[in-house]
């Protein structure tokens, strides 16, 4: 039996199972396991730790990974403190001598690349603000980039405000000149996101059913083909707007009335009062129906609630309503870059035990577009880099790879993030791939801020890719998501998703989940999904009127209603192994859409308010290559705990039964006569029937009921 490495995460496991079981837990045990970890990392690569330090990571995942060269290393170090005219040599500031640390990474790297070999940039302790990314490149090759031991360099992406003024209206202003062209893009106040002036003003509670404007039905309709470039709203809905230049509506939206499955932030090119429509800069990338939910953000006529802020670029003046009017001794930073670190070529770069923090939204958002581009470390065609025992917080997107093999992304923190927690794959146009990744062992959280269609782990152009223990908590849509997009362009094979565990994803779409697999290329992806644990997958969706589905709301003879799984695969998806799994309290625990030559085996389903089992030809209607097999649902553990709706449903009416065969699973608890629905009806009831039917009509082999236990 193969050991599990991330040792003192599984310690915890019965604790994140079995919450009420009478095993005590503090508040914080869930994240305090990965944390640990991630102090064995830094302890191990900062910048004075002895070669022997690796040794602490063996039988860890990182065991035997972090085995680096010999080679004597030149240090240069960076402070704070420190002056760009002295050599970088010494630690700390020499006043007799007149030398000292650098004052910034720049000039330490310029500094490394005049010298040559192998280098190590060391940053000390205290705040390092940032006004522009730092590039790394090809003359930078297997340069490491960490911290002294023992020692927190905290890079800011932006400015600290100050000089707070209070106005006579209760807001307060800060003086902030930008460097030309930038923006502010999120403030935050004592390490806390801050919110932009919104409309309506965000629920003070958290509430995600709050805060929210819903897209009235437009008369006449608008062309589905338009996108959302448009959107009629209700009357008495919007207020007085006087400049729109700088407006932004957040719309969640999709192609049913009433269904959001995607997102978008859309500059507002007018608002016809009369029509009452709203013109976009939007996309075709989606449709905005009747239904779909918005509020908007960017006009100084919003600022009006306690936590909101604005930035008024032609005067350069920030400002602000705090929470607390002690505003004087909080520590405001205006983060203005989506990228502190660029590595464009830098293949074999290290980069380790660093906290970066507080930097602008961008990095997520629509495929084939700008705001793909981004993230707060962005490894582009530099292949072997490891990035380490970071703490990435308060960002866009935490680290983004791009065309990039090999890549190691290991025991970082990444927190509170806009967008995407990790992403690893292509830029479209040139597709190509970043093959090998290895990501382990990181703890995700809070993740999908802004954009929602976006995930813990976001994968795409990369075969042989291991996602392997990290614990992932709380995300808008995804926990991990991989697969192709576009076809062949981006097409994932022989990855291994193993050993993560998932808590409460889903928790801002109508339709997704913990971990998904998707594979529009149409041929087997040879991948497997094992012994992961999914808790708390959820869904969000409102209804045309308003209104919000209850949550874990499933019912399958609904269209549209919310949809959402612990493991699913999507968009022609075959050949994918999901084994050995533990999914307790989610919706649907495994789904499969679309695809063939699935296998669902050995997996433990429990308090689930869904389906434990639904297999659609949807995405895959019209289509049979010549090497198709069923998908084999087999060997599972089920506990029924719903006294309504299916146990396992298969609506395939193009492909017919053979779609899904079912064999030796052990169900226990509420199954009826009607717990098993197939589309089209072939049991003695037509759509519904026992296991006994499902037996007798040939799609079910040795399956049994066992008594509850």
């Given at each position: 039996?193969?050991?599990?490495?991330f040792?003192?995460?599984l310690g915890?496991l019965p604790?994140?199972?079995f919450?009420?079981?009478?095993?005590?837990?503090?508040?914080?045990?869930?994240?305090v396991?990965p944390?640990?970890?991630?102090?064995?990392?830094?302890?191990a690569?900062?910048?004075e730790?002895?070669?022997?330090?690796?040794?602490?990571?063996?039988?860890?995942?990182?065991?035997?990974?972090?085995d680096g060269?010999?080679?004597?290393?030149?240090?240069?170090?960076?402070?704070?403190?420190?002056?760009?005219?002295?050599?970088?040599?010494?630690?700390?500031?020499?006043?007799?001598?007149?030398d000292?640390?650098?004052?910034?990474?720049e000039?330490?790297?310029?500094?490394?690349?005049?010298?040559?070999?192998a280098?190590?940039?060391?940053?000390g302790k205290?705040?390092?603000y940032?006004?522009?990314?730092?590039?790394f490149?090809?003359r930078?090759?297997?340069?490491?980039l960490?911290?002294?031991?023992?020692?927190?360099?905290?890079?800011?992406?932006g400015l600290?405000?100050?000089?707070?003024?209070q106005?006579?209206?209760g807001?307060?202003?800060a003086?902030?000149?930008?460097p030309?062209?930038?923006?502010?893009?999120?403030?935050?106040?004592?390490?806390?996101?801050?919110t932009?002036a919104?409309?309506?003003?965000?629920p003070?509670?958290?509430?995600?059913?709050k805060?929210?404007?819903?897209?009235?039905?437009?008369?006449p309709?608008?062309?589905?083909?338009?996108?959302?470039?448009?959107?009629?709203?209700?009357?008495?809905?919007?207020p007085a707007?006087?400049?729109t230049?700088?407006?932004?509506?957040?719309?969640?939206?999709?192609?049913?009335?009433?269904?959001?499955?995607?997102?978008d932030?859309?500059?507002?090119?007018?608002?016809d009062?009369?029509?009452?429509t709203?013109?976009?800069?939007?996309?075709?990338?989606?449709?905005?129906?009747?239904?779909?939910?918005?509020?908007?953000?960017?006009?100084?006529?919003?600022?009006?609630?306690?936590?909101?802020?604005?930035?008024?670029?032609?005067a350069?003046?920030l400002?602000?309503?705090?929470v607390?009017q002690?505003?004087s001794?909080?520590?405001?930073?205006?983060?203005i870059?989506?990228?502190f670190?660029?590595?464009?070529?830098?293949?074999?770069?290290?980069?380790?035990?660093l906290e970066?923090?507080?930097?602008?939204?961008?990095?997520?958002?629509?495929?084939?577009?700008e705001t793909?581009?981004f993230?707060?470390?962005?490894?582009e065609?530099?292949d072997g880099?490891?990035?380490?025992?970071n703490?990435?917080?308060?960002?866009?997107?935490?680290?983004?790879?791009?065309e990039?093999?090999?890549?190691?992304?290991?025991a970082?923190?990444?927190a509170d993030?806009?967008?995407?927690?990790?992403?690893?794959?292509?830029?479209?146009?040139?597709?190509?791939?970043?093959?090998?990744?290895?990501?382990?062992s990181?703890?995700?959280h809070?993740?999908g801020?802004v954009?929602?269609?976006?995930?813990?782990?976001w994968?795409q152009?990369a075969?042989?890719?291991?996602i392997?223990?990290?614990?992932i908590?709380?995300t808008?849509q995804?926990?991990?998501?991989?697969g192709?997009?576009?076809?062949?362009?981006?097409?994932?094979?022989?990855?291994v998703?193993?050993?993560?565990?998932?808590?409460?994803?889903?928790?801002q779409?109508?339709d997704?989940?913990?971990?998904?697999?998707?594979?529009e290329?149409?041929?087997?992806?040879?991948s497997t999904?094992?012994?992961?644990?999914?808790?708390?997958?959820?869904?969000?969706?409102?209804?045309?009127d308003g209104?919000?589905w209850?949550?874990?709301?499933?019912?399958t003879?609904?269209?549209?209603?919310?949809?959402?799984?612990?493991?699913?695969t999507?968009?022609?998806?075959?050949?994918v192994?999901?084994?050995?799994?533990?999914?307790?309290?989610?919706v649907?625990?495994?789904?499969?859409?679309g695809?063939?030559?699935n296998?669902?085996t050995g997996?433990?389903?429990?308090h689930?308010?869904g389906?434990?089992?639904?297999v659609?030809?949807?995405?895959g209607?019209?289509w049979?290559p010549?090497?198709?097999?069923p998908?084999?649902?087999?060997?599972?553990?089920?506990s029924v705990?719903?006294?309504?709706?299916?146990?396992?449903?298969?609506?395939?009416?193009d492909?017919?039964?053979g779609?899904?065969q079912?064999?030796?699973n052990?169900y226990?608890?509420?199954?009826?006569?009607?717990?098993?629905?197939?589309d089209?009806?072939?049991?003695?009831?037509?759509e519904f029937?026992g296991?006994?039917?499902?037996?007798?009509?040939g799609v079910?082999t040795?399956?049994?009921i066992a008594?509850?236990e």
């Amino acid at each position: 039996m193969r050991r599990r490495r991330f040792r003192v995460l599984l310690g915890l496991l019965p604790v994140l199972i079995f919450p009420q079981s009478g095993n005590p837990a503090s508040a914080g045990a869930e994240i305090v396991a990965p944390e640990r970890f991630q102090m064995l990392v830094r302890e191990a690569t900062c910048a004075e730790a002895p070669a022997t330090s690796s040794a602490k990571l063996n039988e860890t995942s990182l065991s035997g990974v972090l085995d680096g060269s010999a080679e004597p290393r030149t240090i240069f170090y960076v402070s704070p403190e420190g002056k760009d005219s002295w050599s970088g040599l010494l630690p700390t500031a020499n006043q007799q001598v007149g030398d000292g640390p650098f004052a910034s990474i720049e000039r330490a790297r310029d500094a490394a690349r005049a010298k040559g070999g192998a280098n190590t940039i060391a940053l000390g302790k205290g705040d390092y603000y940032l006004t522009q990314p730092i590039v790394f490149d090809s003359r930078d090759a297997g340069l490491i980039l960490t911290a002294r031991c023992n020692e927190t360099p905290i890079l800011h992406g932006g400015l600290r405000a100050g000089n707070w003024v209070q106005q006579a209206d209760g807001r307060w202003t800060a003086p902030l000149k930008l460097p030309p062209g930038e923006g502010v893009g999120d403030l935050f106040v004592n390490g806390i996101r801050q919110t932009p002036a919104r409309f309506p003003n965000a629920p003070a509670d958290g509430d995600p059913r709050k805060g929210w404007l819903f897209a009235a039905k437009c008369n006449p309709a608008i062309d589905m083909g338009k996108g959302n470039t448009s959107f009629c709203f209700h009357a008495g809905d919007l207020p007085a707007v006087d400049d729109t230049s700088r407006l932004i509506v957040d719309i969640v939206g999709g192609f049913q009335p009433g269904s959001q499955w995607g997102n978008d932030t859309l500059p507002v090119v007018s608002i016809d009062s009369a029509s009452r429509t709203v013109t976009t800069k939007g996309t075709d990338y989606f449709f905005t129906a009747e239904g779909s939910r918005y509020f908007l953000t960017g006009a100084k006529a919003l600022l009006d609630a306690p936590g909101e802020w604005w930035y008024d670029l032609a005067a350069g003046q920030l400002y602000y309503i705090p929470v607390d009017q002690a505003l004087s001794d909080s520590v405001a930073v205006a983060g203005i870059l989506p990228t502190f670190f660029k590595l464009d070529g830098a293949n074999g770069m290290v980069i380790s035990a660093l906290e970066l923090r507080d930097g602008a939204p961008e990095g997520s958002g629509k495929f084939d577009t700008e705001t793909r581009g981004f993230g707060a470390i962005r490894i582009e065609h530099a292949d072997g880099v490891k990035i380490l025992g970071n703490s990435i917080e308060n960002v866009g997107v935490g680290v983004h790879v791009t065309e990039s093999k090999d890549a190691l992304i290991a025991a970082n923190v990444i927190a509170d993030v806009a967008g995407n927690g990790i992403y690893v794959g292509t830029n479209y146009g040139t597709f190509l791939k970043s093959n090998g990744a290895r990501i382990l062992s990181n703890h995700m959280h809070d993740i999908g801020k802004v954009y929602i269609e976006t995930a813990g782990i976001w994968f795409q152009a990369a075969d042989n890719v291991r996602i392997a223990d990290n614990l992932i908590e709380n995300t808008a849509q995804f926990g991990i998501a991989g697969g192709s997009l576009w076809g062949s362009n981006d097409a994932v094979y022989n990855a291994v998703i193993e050993h993560n565990v998932v808590h409460n994803a889903n928790q801002q779409t109508a339709d997704g989940g913990a971990i998904k697999m998707m594979g529009e290329q149409g041929d087997p992806l040879n991948s497997t999904i094992r012994s992961n644990l999914v808790t708390g997958t959820g869904h969000l969706m409102n209804r045309a009127d308003g209104t919000f589905w209850p949550p874990g709301y499933e019912n399958t003879s609904e269209w549209p209603s919310p949809i959402s799984w612990a493991i699913y695969t999507d968009g022609k998806a075959s050949g994918v192994r999901i084994e050995g799994n533990t999914l307790s309290g989610n919706v649907t625990a495994i789904g499969i859409n679309g695809g063939w030559s699935n296998l669902v085996t050995g997996n433990v389903i429990t308090h689930g308010s869904g389906a434990a089992f639904r297999v659609d030809d949807g995405t895959g209607r019209g289509w049979r290559p010549p090497w198709a097999r069923p998908n084999r649902i087999e060997e599972n553990v089920v506990s029924v705990d719903s006294d309504s709706g299916p146990v396992a449903y298969v609506n395939a009416p193009d492909h017919g039964p053979g779609y899904a065969q079912f064999a030796r699973n052990r169900y226990s608890g509420n199954l009826n006569n009607q717990s098993f629905r197939l589309d089209p009806g072939i049991m003695p009831s037509g759509e519904f029937g026992g296991l006994r039917d499902l037996q007798k009509a040939g799609v079910d082999t040795g399956s049994v009921i066992a008594p509850s236990e």
